[in-house]
């Protein structure tokens, strides 16, 4: 039934070609000029018998278009989820803390500054900064990867005020603590504690500062570490919420579509130390 059309194309043509010849051998044909034959082609390429022959070309001149090339794997990238996505920049924040001997004098001079006072000479003092800087991201942020930057500046002032070699000492650990309306599920639980998250986890940062050395009898050491770090696997990536944390497929993608606030703490301890001040700097950016 699909062939009666075309059949009826082709006849038509025959026909206007016969017509035509004899035309010329009879002396009778008839310059037309080329809008008056544009017209008639468009109009026999109107009528249902060259509507056909016209679709009956085209098929047989396409190609097929080739099928697409399948998606990567985690052996071909190692992240599928940040594959292909655009870098997003997420916010950027700064803290400044301090380790010393007078905090009393620093908190004179600023009531808002943060200052663990040194518990004694030479003896060794821990020190945990909380919440030194934040950034709060909306809903939706990022797809699959929360990606850090930390740029510390450390200074550091070591006195031994005895007759005797000290040890000079001092260990700095960043980390960054997420919260997130999805770790309120009671059932969700952090396996670095055994217990629910409560609405929250502290993951590491690279950027740990290590100094160990000894102090000789009556000396002073003065010195500034400083540089940037930024993370390869992710600060937290859905991979990791999956794979660390223990949330399903479902609750990875609702973290990421939630709201998220980031707060960066230090801990450490020190020893020898007149005064360790830390000034800091966190940029996110996600996919």
């Known amino acids: 039934m699909q062939r009666t059309p075309l059949i009826v194309a ?10 035509l010849a004899y035309a ?12 008056s034959a544009r017209a008639s082609l468009q109009t026999l390429q109107s009528a249902p018998a060259g509507r056909a022959f016209a679709a009956a070309q085209s098929t047989r001149s396409a190609k097929p278009a080739p099928p ?22 997420l916010g950027v924040a700064s803290g400044f803390a301090v380790v010393s001997t007078d905090c009393a004098s620093i908190l004179a001079q600023d009531p ?3 200052c663990q006072q040194v518990s004694s000479q030479p003896g060794v003092t821990s020190f945990t900064f909380n919440d030194v800087a934040r950034i709060r991201l909306p809903a939706g942020a990022s797809n699959s990867l929360l990606c850090h930057w930390f740029s510390p500046q450390v200074t550091a002032s070591f006195t031994n005020s005895s007759d005797a070699p000290v040890l000079a000492r001092l260990t700095s650990r960043p980390s960054v603590t997420v919260e997130n309306p999805v770790l309120n599920d009671p059932a969700l639980i952090d396996p670095s504690t055994g217990a629910a998250f409560g609405g929250k986890l502290t993951t590491s940062v690279t950027g740990t500062e290590r100094l160990v ?9 003065h010195q500034t570490l400083r540089g940037s770090q930024t993370c390869i696997g992710g ?6 919420l999956v794979e660390g944390y223990g949330l399903t497929e479902a609750q ?10 980031l707060r960066l703490n230090i801990q450490g301890v020190t020893a020898s130390a007149d005064e360790v001040t830390f000034s ?7 996919d």
Do not use: C, Y
């Open 10 to 19: 082709i006849v038509a043509s025959l026909g206007l070609a016969g017509a």
């Open 24 to 35: 010329a051998n009879s002396g009778a044909i008839t310059r037309v000029s080329a809008p």
């Open 68 to 89: 697409p090339p399948p998606p990567p794997t985690v052996e071909d990238v190692g992240d599928v989820d940040s594959f292909g996505r655009n870098l997003r920049w």
């Open 112 to 114: 808002d500054a943060t």
């Open 213 to 221: 050395f000894t102090l000789a009898p009556w000396a002073q050491h």
């Open 235 to 240: 600060m937290l990536s859905k991979r990791a």
């Open 252 to 261: 990875a993608a609702s973290f990421f579509a939630s709201p998220t606030t």
């Open 280 to 286: 800091v700097g966190l940029r996110v950016i996600g």
